[in-house]
């Protein structure tokens, strides 16, 4: 796959040389060169996304660069498009940002920076107004996740699989209650590798398909469900990880970032929701075996990879739970 000629004549780029950029997971994404230096990246926008997505990006990140916040831009066609159609595919070109990236928190610094380059986002965003053209259904729909888990378990012949869904559904059952809090512009997707750093220091988040309202328990409790599990997706036996949880909320908070008293409380509840859900949502493919992709050279099967998954979502979802007393503390200030 290289990018379409109709793409690069577009954007007035006929005269660069492309390359597949390593890191994005869902979209195809390339890095143009012109004269031997970075021009931009373009990418082949996955059919998850519709076209109207680059309208909120656009939106998003014009706020952003006007409270002075490094970000990724639209760049436009030659004649003022903000992508280009290419058969079924929708391309785009986004400003390149020179930076360092990272597949696992590599130390508390990194945390500290990551928590305040999050709040800095937060805090840019607070004001905008906006009404999102790209909207993503249900997501962190949790109870549908676990009412998928039980119907796919019940009448089973899948034992395995059937204990595997009772342990997610058990400890489901004592999750604690969500608080009611605002919805907030958020990024969505905020794994570490969407955070670009600079010389130690946070500099942007990128990856912005993801961008639309939801609520800190999830923006911030998916993060740092990530976060805190340096040994990634892939095992079984996986620990929460305090010290960088503490770093990030410490970093998070040193912005001013606006959070209301029970957004604190509902981070530590989103993070423990957040590692259950995933545990259902690949508890669910080890039954239908058709939407996670899966790693041949390490499993035999999807089944087999989304069981090591599960059970290291499950694993965590628990040693979070003993931790919960801990992780209030720090975000209560204590």
Not at 50 to 77: Q, S
Request: with cysteine; hydrophobic share 45%.
């Amino acid at each position: 796959m290289t990018i379409p000629s109709e793409v690069l004549h577009a954007y007035g780029w006929t005269d660069g040389t492309c390359a597949p950029l390593a890191g994005g997971l869902i979209n195809q994404t390339f890095l143009v060169r012109r004269a031997d230096a970075p021009v931009a990246v373009v990418q082949r926008l996955h059919p998850v996304f519709g076209a109207d997505v680059n309208l909120d990006i656009d939106a998003v990140t014009t706020h952003l660069a006007r409270k002075g916040e490094p970000t990724p831009r639209l760049v436009r066609t030659t004649d003022d498009r903000g992508w280009v159609v290419v058969g079924d595919a929708v391309w785009r070109a986004i400003t390149y940002l020179e930076g360092d990236t990272f597949q696992a928190v590599p130390d508390l610094a990194i945390a500290e920076a990551g928590g305040a380059l999050v709040g800095r986002f937060h805090r840019a965003v607070a004001d905008l107004t906006h009404a999102y053209h790209f909207v993503r259904p249900g997501v962190h729909d949790t109870s549908r996740h676990l009412a998928r888990l039980e119907d796919d378990a019940v009448g089973t012949t899948d034992q395995e699989g059937a204990d595997l869904a009772h342990d997610i559904l058990d400890v489901a059952r004592s999750l604690p209650l969500m608080p009611a809090t605002p919805r907030r512009h958020c990024h969505g997707d905020l794994k570490i590798s969407n955070l670009l750093f600079r010389a130690g220091g946070g500099l942007a988040l990128v990856d912005l398909d993801t961008v639309g309202t939801s609520t800190l328990a999830f923006e911030l409790g998916d993060a740092m469900r990530s976060w805190c599990n340096p040994l990634g997706e892939d095992v079984t036996a996986v620990r929460f990880d305090l010290a960088i949880f503490d770093a990030a909320m410490r970093g998070f908070r040193s912005v001013g970032a606006p959070v209301v008293d029970a957004e604190w409380r509902s981070i530590v509840v989103g993070l423990e929701t957040v590692a259950v859900e995933l545990a259902a949502r690949f508890a669910v493919d080890v039954f239908r075996d058709d939407y996670f992709g899966w790693n041949a050279a390490r499993y035999p099967s999807r089944r087999a990879h989304n069981l090591v998954r599960a059970r290291g979502q499950l694993a965590l979802a628990r040693s979070i739970r003993e931790a919960r007393a801990d992780a209030l503390a720090i975000v209560a200030g204590t």
